[in-house]
Nanobody, 123 residues
């Protein structure tokens, strides 16, 4: 399984950005897909996840109400729509896939990682 993330960039605080992750095969419809992020000097942290099948979505508290995860099975793509961005959202965002459910995900439970995409929010 290969995951290719894209869509990062520089945005002002309060702005929006959508990042995408394309999987190499029917991963999106068969795996739980997730986004993690890693800021400079910090550990990689969970951001959001969406289950396969009937979608269940999970968010870390700091992004609830601002971020929305979704998937398009036909395009084998998962998205993270980020609204009302804050400087503390600045990080490299990583796409991930796991056979586990979306609840209580941590990096040790991830089966596949994509390369990161940089998101920078200026104040």
């Amino acid at each position: 399984v290969q995951l290719q993330a894209s869509g990062g960039g520089l945005v002002q605080a309060g702005g929006s950005l959508r990042i995408s992750c394309v999987a190499s095969r029917r991963t999106v419809s068969s795996y739980t897909m997730a986004w993690f992020r890693q800021a400079p000097g910090k550990e990689r942290e969970f951001v959001s996840a969406i289950s396969w099948g009937v979608p269940t979505t999970i968010y870390t508290d700091s992004v609830k109400g601002r971020f929305t995860i979704s998937r398009d099975n036909a395009k084998n793509t998962v998205y993270l729509q980020m609204n009302n961005l804050k400087p503390e959202d600045t990080a490299v965002y990583y796409c991930a896939a796991t056979t586990r459910g979306p609840a209580s995900l941590r990096r040790e439970l991830i089966d596949y990682w994509g390369q990161g995409t940089q998101v920078t929010v200026s104040s």
